[in-house]
């Protein structure tokens, strides 16, 4: 009983947390002047991302045996599998529920058949402009992931050192996203008052870099209990070790990045929520991945290779969506049933 009401405590402290950071990470922002596609991509997606680039880390630097290591490389498959799948499907699924509240509160000589296609996910998420930077996100994604499945399968003497090349082109991505040319947002460009100083019209930069750094922290401890939960909990429902590791832990890892996306869609900033996930998915391609390379054999199991098959789908789905302009909140709902299709394939692996 214990572990369940620390699992819902740690969700709790999690979730608001992650209010707060959000809300420090978009001050943070504008401090930094950076645009506000990239507060997305880079700053809060750094900030979430960086627990479990520690964690992976730690795995395969002091992990006593290839099993302990081998922690690490699981990691850093699960990551992007669940943001792929969970995370927007979550998102979607958030979208779809704004979208039908709107509807129920619309007043009553509003637009029936508008009402009803926008409460069915039938609006598309953005312009083309829209869809074309999201498209170039999945497109840089989609290569670098193919490639490090790909270094997964075979064994050369010198792949080690190709851990130093996902580092490189994390840092090309870095400063495209930093330098590039982001249009302002019509959405979300009034913030809100930072936590730290709630009447101040400008907050100190102490107060902004304060917030942002204890929410970390938080986010830092209270999901790594949240795993230790979700461990144990496992074989108290009936699942094995592998089970929860393979299908559970993935999306417990990620869930400051599910839960910055949730937030950001309640607040209506969606461009913002999409550029979190898209920009953790970057950095779980190459900075894991790159620390998996240079520490462990970097060989994968039946199990880790059906991961990286899925999430090339659930991106592939993605991006012929995004490129052809029909990416909606339906759609992309969907992106959790590649999760499912993942678990289904999972019980004849482990079984």
Same mark, same amino acid.
């Given at each position: 009983?214990?572990?369940?009401?620390?699992? %819902?405590?740690?969700?709790?402290?999690?979730?608001?947390?992650?209010?707060?950071?959000?809300?420090?990470?978009?001050?943070?922002?504008?401090?930094?002047?950076?645009?506000?596609?990239?507060?997305?991509?880079?700053?809060?997606?750094?900030?979430?991302?960086?627990?479990?680039?520690?964690?992976?880390?730690?795995?395969?630097?002091?992990?006593?045996?290839?099993?302990?290591?081998?922690?690490?490389?699981?990691?850093?498959?699960?990551?992007?599998?669940?943001?792929?799948?969970?995370?927007?499907?979550?998102?979607?699924?958030?979208?779809?529920?704004?979208?039908?509240?709107?509807?129920?509160?619309?007043?009553?000589?509003?637009?029936?058949?508008?009402?009803?296609?926008?409460?069915?996910?039938?609006?598309?998420?953005?312009?083309?402009?829209?869809?074309?930077?999201?498209?170039?996100?999945?497109?840089?994604?989609?290569?670098?992931?193919?490639?490090?499945?790909?270094?997964?399968?075979?064994?050369?003497?010198?792949?080690?050192?190709?851990?130093?090349?996902?580092?490189?082109?994390?840092?090309?991505?870095?400063?495209?996203?930093?330098?590039?040319?982001?249009?302002?947002?019509?959405?979300?460009?009034?913030?809100?008052?930072?936590?730290?100083?709630?009447?101040?019209?400008?907050?100190?930069?102490?107060?902004?870099?304060?917030?942002?750094?204890?929410?970390?922290?938080?986010?830092?401890?209270?999901?790594?209990?949240?795993?230790?939960?979700?461990?144990?909990?496992?074989?108290?429902?009936?699942?094995?070790?592998?089970?929860?590791?393979?299908?559970?832990?993935?999306?417990?890892?990620?869930?400051?990045?599910?839960?910055?996306?949730? %937030?950001?869609?309640?607040?209506?900033?969606?461009?913002?929520?999409?550029?979190?996930?898209?920009?953790?998915?970057?950095?779980?391609?190459?900075?894991?991945?790159?620390?998996?390379?240079?520490?462990?054999?970097?060989?994968?199991?039946?199990?880790?290779?059906?991961?990286?098959? %899925?999430?090339?789908?659930?991106?592939?789905?993605?991006?012929?969506?995004?490129?052809?302009?029909?990416?909606?909140?339906?759609?992309?709902?969907?992106?959790?049933?590649?999760?499912?299709?993942?678990?289904?394939?999972?019980?004849?692996?482990?079984?």
């Amino acid at each position: 009983m214990l572990h369940f009401v620390l699992l %819902i405590a740690c969700a709790v402290a999690i979730y608001l947390s992650c209010e707060w950071f959000v809300n420090a990470v978009e001050w943070l922002g504008e401090r930094l002047n950076v645009g506000r596609m990239a507060v997305g991509t880079i700053l809060a997606a750094f900030g979430t991302a960086l627990p479990e680039s520690v964690v992976t880390l730690v795995a395969v630097t002091t992990g006593a045996t290839p099993e302990a290591k081998n922690i690490g490389v699981g990691a850093a498959m699960g990551g992007p599998l669940a943001l792929a799948t969970v995370a927007y499907g979550v998102t979607g699924a958030m979208l779809l529920l704004q979208r039908r509240k709107r509807r129920a509160a619309a007043p009553a000589g509003a637009s029936a058949s508008g009402a009803a296609a926008d409460a069915n996910g039938d609006a598309p998420l953005g312009t083309e402009r829209d869809m074309r930077r999201l498209a170039k996100d999945q497109t840089w994604f989609l290569p670098v992931f193919v490639v490090k499945v790909a270094l997964g399968l075979v064994a050369f003497a010198f792949k080690p050192v190709l851990g130093l090349a996902f580092f490189a082109v994390y840092a090309v991505y870095f400063w495209r996203e930093i330098r590039g040319d982001h249009e302002e947002d019509d959405e979300g460009v009034e913030l809100e008052p930072l936590k730290f100083q709630p009447r101040a019209a400008s907050p100190a930069t102490w107060a902004v870099v304060a917030q942002t750094l204890v929410t970390l922290v938080v986010i830092f401890f209270a999901s790594q209990l949240f795993v230790h939960q979700l461990d144990a909990i496992g074989p108290m429902l009936g699942l094995s070790a592998s089970v929860t590791a393979l299908l559970l832990s993935p999306i417990a890892t990620e869930l400051p990045e599910i839960m910055n996306a949730v %937030i950001w869609v309640r607040q209506g900033k969606t461009k913002l929520a999409l550029a979190n996930i898209s920009g953790a998915m970057m950095i779980q391609a190459t900075v894991p991945s790159g620390l998996g390379l240079l520490f462990t054999s970097w060989h994968f199991d039946s199990a880790l290779l059906w991961s990286g098959v %899925i999430t090339m789908a659930a991106i592939g789905y993605l991006l012929l969506t995004m490129r052809a302009h029909k990416l909606t909140a339906g759609r992309l709902a969907v992106a959790a049933g590649f999760y499912v299709v993942f678990g289904l394939g999972l019980i004849p692996i482990l079984g």
